[in-house]
């Protein structure tokens, strides 16, 4: 059973999918899933046995650790919560999932080169000229208007340099620029 909204019914009714199997039935995605979070779970574990030198003194949020853990619990939590929503099938019709058709690989491809080169640029540049940089090539490469990725680079830059290099003390390297 499913609470959803289609054009057979109206909103938040019961709608009976012909290829709804039983709950207990277990499948390959259910198994993907699961052995992703449980993967995370472990890495969770030992990420003060990953990190070397690992700073046990330091305070919790300034740690090295806080966000190697916080991304992996987060995996682990969206597994579990990823199962839960696949308790029952699905119509492919209902489904409320992205057309892939619809992806222009060029740009996914050109994203992926601009984020590498944006990972090199870190150390280098420092954080806030690289974000920088990297979010007004993103937004031309992107096709965004020059307003609004320039808006958009200057507000999402300053505000991700003051969270994480000023309130949490996150070392990124010393680049030549700020």
């Known amino acids: 059973m ?5 054009d057979r019914i109206g909103l938040c009714e019961k709608v009976k999918s012909h290829s709804e199997a039983p709950p207990w039935l277990w499948t390959w995605d259910k198994t993907v899933v699961l052995l992703v979070s449980l993967a995370a779970a472990a890495v969770l574990m030992a990420t003060p046995q990953l990190i ?3 700073p046990a003194h330091a305070a919790w949020f300034e740690s090295a650790a806080f966000f190697p853990r916080v991304s992996l619990a987060l995996a682990c939590l969206a597994g579990l919560f990823e199962l839960y929503q696949r308790r029952s099938s699905v119509e492919l019709a209902d489904s409320d999932e992205l057309d892939s058709s619809a992806a222009n690989m060029r740009q996914a491809l050109g994203m992926l080169a601009l984020f590498g ?3 090199l640029a870190v ?4 954080y806030l000229s690289s974000t920088w940089l990297f979010l007004m090539a993103s937004g031309v490469w992107l096709d965004l208007g020059r307003r609004a990725t320039f808006n958009l ?5 300053l505000a991700m340099w003051l969270v994480f290099v000023k309130v949490l003390k996150v070392y990124f390297g010393h680049g030549w620029l700020i």
């Open 52 to 54: 070397t030198p690992y």
């Open 153 to 157: 680079s200057v507000l999402l830059s």
């Open 117 to 119: 080169l944006y990972m």
């Open 2 to 6: 499913d609470f959803g909204f289609d």
């Open 123 to 126: 150390p280098w540049m420092g």
